[in-house]
């Protein structure tokens, strides 16, 4: 159920970004999801990919400061209320969620929603009982 | 560790006959100074004092100070004590503000250099078996050349490496199996960064010890470095005006650089009001060269803010002890009316358990000084949330408020973004327009 989500610190600096996905290009890391918290000096970019370990160790080989993150993936009806009921059950429980993403999967009427939260195992059980979805490591990797 | 000495006979002497020797040299330094530096005779009859008039070391505070204006009025060689064909060698500094300073050096005084220097090597615990390796500029900078005649008078085996190409020094002091190493601290650092990223593991290569100086360092930088390379690390103190690296050096209890006092007689004064301030407390380093022919300065103020302390050291050696200087007034920077040396942010840094490599960026906004610390990313500060690093830099902000007294604003950049240093580490970048 944990997926391993790529966290690269990223300098506010011209190219820096496209260094980091040129790199992920030339190890034929396919990119399914991202997003950038950004501050005034840098970034963190968060990254879901089909292989976490080799595009970490590609990474960390360019001199990148790069981690893996444990978040999880849940899969949501693409209608209104669908991810209004996931959150509902998270605060019910009085679980905080740091931050999430979400990206639309094409083939399906389904969004999925990346999440880091404060306490996966938590989560991970408030979640199912509430009868929301999660999703399969390999079920992301493999999008 | 045992100790070692190179000249046991100057650098345990008794007080009593050192101080005699000490006060010889200066009535014959100051006779000398009269009859032949014009500069000198002026400004000595303008203070009243005729060279018989300073009997011994107490009459040393009656003695006009020279400055490094001094030696830039009198650009190049005004101030010089001999004449041409007794002069081997010149050496200068370099001249960021204004006309370098230009030294010159008798065979005598390149010998009294190299005792400094060999003292110095000798206490660290180099023999004469040693290979040193020299990663000091060769050239007007005296650090190459100086730690070069200092391990040849020991009698060690030099390998004059000089500056530059990291990934080559580390080369050869693994094939050459160096023992010693030369350098200022800041590129002894980079060496030991470039050692761990080829993969070199340190404790399998030949080098015991390290001399470092040219810079102002903190105990966390010695600690960094001697883990890096997995070796004893030492500090030189010199300065060309004087004679080079080898003014002073450590000995094993890394508690103080022993004076070559015979040579280079210290003193601490109040830099506002020229007055002698007595052990323990910390003043401007003023040095009066009772040993040397070429260029015998009187009282020349270094600028270097330190103190002396004569009790005789566990080494066995009575030579003073100065502490290790905070930085020289020339590297401190004045921010908002406070006082700022790089050192404290060395500290600072190095006491949370990181590596030294900063920049600090002064600018104006609003008629308000800023302070900018710039500070690399490390695997173990970085998190996937904004609101960690935040409290990485806020905590290294409050930091470093305490022991600046100035407000900083932390900024983290990438791992290897600031650029390392083959010399002298340039650490600041001002850009206020005043």
């Known amino acids: 159920m944990i997926i391993k989500q790529l966290s690269i610190f990223v300098e506010n600096k011209e190219g820096r970004l496209s260094e980091i996905t040129q790199t992920l290009a030339d190890n034929n890391v396919d990119i399914r999801a991202l997003s950038i918290a950004d501050t005034t000096d840098y970034g963190i970019l ?38 209004n009921k996931a959150v509902k059950v998270l605060s019910e429980k009085n679980i905080s969620i740091e931050y999430m993403y979400a990206f639309l999967n094409p083939r399906k009427d389904t969004a999925f929603v990346i999440m880091r939260v404060e306490d996966n195992e938590r989560a991970i059980k408030a979640l199912t009982d509430g009868g929301i979805r999660l999703m399969h490591n390999d079920e992301i990797y493999s999008l | 560790m045992e100790n070692h000495y190179f000249q046991p006979e100057v650098e345990c002497a008794d007080r009593e006959s050192l101080r005699a020797l000490q006060s010889q040299r200066l009535r014959e330094m100051i006779k000398r100074c009269y009859e032949k530096v014009p500069f000198y005779r002026k400004k000595l009859d303008e203070a009243g004092i005729k ?27 005004g101030l010089f004590a001999v004449p041409r064909e007794e002069l081997i060698r010149i050496h200068a500094s370099s001249g960021t503000t204004g006309n370098p300073t230009v030294v010159g050096y008798t065979r005598h005084d390149v010998d009294v250099w190299a005792d400094g220097a060999a003292r110095a090597l000798a206490a ?113 103190y010199g300065l060309s005006e004087i004679a080079g690296p080898g003014v002073s050096y450590e000995c094993p209890e890394k508690n103080g650089l022993h004076v070559c006092e015979d040579y280079f007689y210290p003193e601490i004064i109040n830099p506002e009001t020229g007055e002698v301030l007595p052990d323990g407390e910390y003043g401007e380093l003023v040095f009066t060269c009772i040993g040397k022919e070429a260029l015998p300065l009187i009282r020349y103020r270094t600028r270097d803010i330190c103190a002396l302390n004569h009790e005789k050291c566990a080494c066995g050696r009575t030579l003073v002890r100065m502490a290790k200087p ?24 190095t006491g ?43 905590r290294m902000a409050a930091k470093l408020h305490t022991v600046l007294n100035i407000s900083a604003k932390v900024t983290l950049v990438e791992p290897k973004s600031i650029a390392r240093s083959e010399g002298k580490a340039q650490r600041i970048i001002d850009n206020r327009k005043i």
């Open chain 2, 352 to 394: 949370m358990g990181l590596e030294p490599n900063y920049v600090l960026v002064v600018d104006r906004a609003h008629n308000l000084d800023t302070l900018e610390v710039k500070v690399e990313m490390t695997p173990e500060m970085f998190s996937d949330s904004v609101k960690n690093i935040e409290a990485v830099e806020r």
């Open chain 1, 46 to 83: 968060r990254l879901i990919v089909n292989n976490p370990d080799a595009a970490l160790s590609a990474l960390k080989s360019e001199g990148m400061t790069v981690s893996l993150t444990d978040v999880i993936a849940i899969a949501v009806p693409d209608t209104p209320g669908g991810l």
């Open chain 2, 124 to 236: 660290a615990g180099c023999t004469t078996s040693d290979f040193v390796h020299v990663s000091y500029g060769y050239g007007l900078f005296t650090g190459g050349l100086g730690l070069h005649y200092g391990a040849e008078k020991l009698g060690a085996a030099v390998i004059p490496v000089s500056s530059g190409n990291t990934q080559r020094q580390v080369q050869i002091l693994k094939d050459f199996g160096s023992n010693f190493l030369c350098c200022t601290p800041s590129y002894a650092a980079y060496i030991g960064e470039t050692c761990r990223d080829m993969g070199v593991d340190t404790k399998e290569i030949a080098l015991r010890g390290g001399i470092f100086g040219a810079e102002a360092w903190s105990e966390g930088m010695r600690e960094n470095i001697e883990k890096l390379l997995n070796i004893n690390a030492y500090d030189i």
């Open chain 2, 326 to 349: 905070r930085g020289r007034t020339d590297d401190m920077l004045v921010i908002r009316g406070v006082n700022v040396f790089p050192s404290q942010i060395e500290f600072v840094l």
């Open chain 2, 51 to 77: 060279p018989e008039d300073i009997k011994s070391v107490d009459d040393i505070k009656r003695l006009p100070f020279t400055t490094k204006n001094d030696l830039r009025d009198n650009y190049p060689y």
